[in-house]
């Protein structure tokens, strides 16, 4: 049977690493076979472009130049990685997919969905996640928890507040628009209620696909 594709989204410090490890956890002891990945990212490609993308030394590249590299990525990461796996039963995890894409280059940046969208599905075709987990913080809250890890910012983490309410928007208003595919999760909590959350969600995920 083809595996099934999870993706974690949110913005700044909402808890996807943290995350990643109990839905790792919670898949292998159900049995599944899972294989966890990242965008930008995900294969030695991927990871090079990932490079390019978060270096502050590039702190003028053009945004369309920034969507076009996510999805130079994700193509090498849907055809050499995901898609190979999902076809031989194995589930992925991934830590963002083409939802960050919408909500950055597209409610940070101000591109257009339709632009995004088309991209979508020259990269994909048809392939979508099976459930998107959206860790939602108040952007206040994410930042702070991303700061007091004290790690230098990134080229995009450089970016305002303004930004990453945009960010938070645009996630916001996919999971209501794709609501058969998307599960909101209020990250603000502590970790074992988001984590409780989390594994419900996913229950109902597994149940579905026994
Ligand atoms: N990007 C894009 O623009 N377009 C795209 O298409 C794609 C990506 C795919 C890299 O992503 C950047 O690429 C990202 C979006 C952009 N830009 N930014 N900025 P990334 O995922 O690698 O980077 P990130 O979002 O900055 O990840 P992060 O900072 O590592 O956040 P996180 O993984 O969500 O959080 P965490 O490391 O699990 O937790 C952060 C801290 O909070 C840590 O100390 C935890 O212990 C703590 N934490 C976590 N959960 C809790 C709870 N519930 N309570 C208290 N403390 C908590």
Wanted: charged share 30%; with cysteine.
């Amino acid at each position: 049977m083809r595996g099934k594709f999870i993706v974690l989204e949110g913005g700044e410090g909402a808890g996807k690493s943290s995350n990643l490890n109990a839905l790792q956890d919670l898949l292998e002891a159900r049995g599944c076979r899972v294989l966890r990945t990242r965008e930008p990212g995900g294969t030695p490609l991927g990871e090079a472009v990932r490079g390019l993308l978060l270096d502050p030394v590039h702190a003028g590249m053009e945004v369309k130049a920034e969507l076009l590299l996510m999805f130079a990525a994700r193509a090498q990461h849907v055809a050499q990685v995901i898609r190979p796996a999902l076809d031989e039963g194995v589930w992925v995890i991934s830590d963002r997919f083409t939802s960050s894409s919408y909500a950055y280059q597209g409610g940070g940046r101000g591109l257009p969905r339709e632009a995004i969208g088309w991209l979508e599905t020259f990269v994909q075709d048809d392939l979508r996640p099976d459930l998107t987990l959206l860790l939602d913080t108040p952007v206040d809250v994410g930042l702070e928890r991303m700061r007091s890890r004290g790690e230098p910012e990134d080229r995009i983490e450089r970016e305002g507040r303004p930004f990453f309410e945009r960010v938070r928007a645009a996630f916001l208003a996919q999971a209501e628009a794709h609501a058969e595919r998307f599960k909101v999760l209020d990250a603000s909590r502590g970790i074992e209620q988001v984590q409780a959350a989390l594994r419900q969600s996913v229950e109902t995920l597994l149940a579905r696909s026994s």
